[in-house]
């Protein structure tokens, strides 16, 4: 109290006293009373240490209950229990029309989960793959203006040129010509999608284009293939005492025989591989021909291809010299999009076509052999 009676007789002497005088007296009372200060002080932060141990000492006394008492829960049982306990109330509170959930807590896994789980989607639809090589890829391509494309084929004539025997006439030979027609026609086909399937698909856009050209190219390769069996050469090659390799050499040899350029053999990919496993003889171990080659995964006969091709006939081939046959275009291939054709407007579609006026012609027949690699 001596301290604080002090500090009162201080502030009223300090009264419109200057601010150096105020600094003197102040340091002047510091100096005489701080053993008094320091006292005081430490009194208050004792006071103070001792009510946070107090503190402190009621804190770690109910923590160790807290701990005993979820021991003593979790030895008497199941969760089932636990949330009965802590339900109590609720439980005491149930009559007829009034009815309480409990809920036991437990491991969560992917059932606590209502829905679907987020998702990382790939636009890119894996489809069904395209055919090897198309009729196309081989032949050459005329584009007409109208309908019918006409080709001239020479056919045989009469006479001959001879040696002239002296006073004698000249022998007179004379050419006949064969016009052929070859009307193109429309290859197409569409597909119908709503509106709303577009805009939910976001690969739809992509997707449509890209496998209408691939089943359009199936379909112009098996409307060819029809095409170049109808016209071509039969094969007669016996397969008998032959093997693929040596039936393919025949072919190839009687072509060159009537001045046909052979520049591509087309079969299916079963032949082509049943080649590649070709036996010396029964037993012998594999070995083909010296001419026969396979570089960069390109089977050769003598610098000649074998492609691979789906869309030929099992066990079937064709030997040919390709530039002898054409592709005849009136309308070259078109895909189109359309909301407004049929009904699509009212009811919100789009249609989705691709066509194109096309013909093959085969112009010289002898130029292309279709063979059978089981005739007997």
């Given amino acids: 109290m001596e301290l604080k009676e002090q500090l009162e007789a201080l502030t009223v002497k300090l009264e419109g006293k200057s601010k150096e005088e105020v600094k003197t007296a102040i340091e002047a009372f510091e100096t005489k009373n701080k053993e008094s200060i320091d006292l005081a002080v430490k009194a208050v932060q004792d006071e103070m240490q001792t009510k946070l141990d107090a ?8 923590d ?10 979790l030895s008497k049982g199941d969760a089932i229990k636990a949330a009965i306990t802590e339900n109590i109330d609720k439980i005491k509170s149930v009559k007829k029309g009034a009815a309480v959930e409990i809920k036991a807590v437990g491991d969560m896994g992917t059932a606590n989960l209502t829905g679907d789980a987020p998702r990382d989607y790939n ?6 793959p395209n055919q090897k090589v198309n009729v196309s890829d081989l032949v050459g ?12 084929r020479e056919v045989v004539g009469e006479g001959s040129i001879s040696t002239q025997t002296e006073g004698s006439s000249k022998t007179q030979i004379d050419y006949d ?15 119908r999608y709503s509106k ?15 496998v209408l050209r691939r089943d359009y190219a199936k379909a112009e390769n098996a409307n060819f293939n029809a095409r170049l069996i109808a016209e071509a050469t039969a094969s007669t090659e016996i397969i008998t005492g032959q093997n693929k390799v040596e039936m393919l050499i025949a072919e190839i040899a009687k072509l060159d025989g009537l001045d046909r350029d052979v520049n591509a053999i087309v079969m299916t990919p079963a032949d082509y591989w049943d080649i590649l496993v070709t036996e010396k003889s029964t037993g012998a171990g594999y070995g083909l021909p010296g001419i026969v080659s396979l570089d960069g995964g390109v089977l050769r006969i003598n610098g000649i291809p074998l492609l691979k091709a789906t869309w030929v006939t099992a066990n079937k081939y064709f030997v040919a010299d390709w530039s002898r046959i054409n592709k005849i275009t ?4 078109s895909l189109d999009f359309s909301e407004e054709e049929g009904t ?6 789009i249609t989705a076509r691709i066509e194109a006026q096309v013909a093959l012609a085969v112009e010289d027949k002898l130029s292309i052999v279709y063979g059978d690699f089981t005739a007997v």
């Fill in 141 to 152: 391509n005329v584009m007409i203006e109208g309908g019918t494309y006409t080709f001239t």
């Fill in 344 to 349: 699509n407007f009212v009811k919100n579609q």
């Fill in 330 to 333: 009136t309308e070259g291939l």
């Fill in 123 to 128: 636009f890119d639809v894996v489809t069904f």
């Fill in 177 to 191: 010509f064969l016009n052929v027609d070859v009307s193109t026609d429309f290859l197409a086909g569409f597909a």
């Fill in 55 to 62: 503190i402190q000492a009621h804190a770690d006394k109910l």
């Fill in 64 to 73: 160790v209950k807290l701990q005993e008492k979820s021991k003593k829960e």
């Fill in 196 to 210: 709303k399937m577009k805009n939910n698909l976001p690969y739809l856009e992509s997707f449509v284009p890209k």
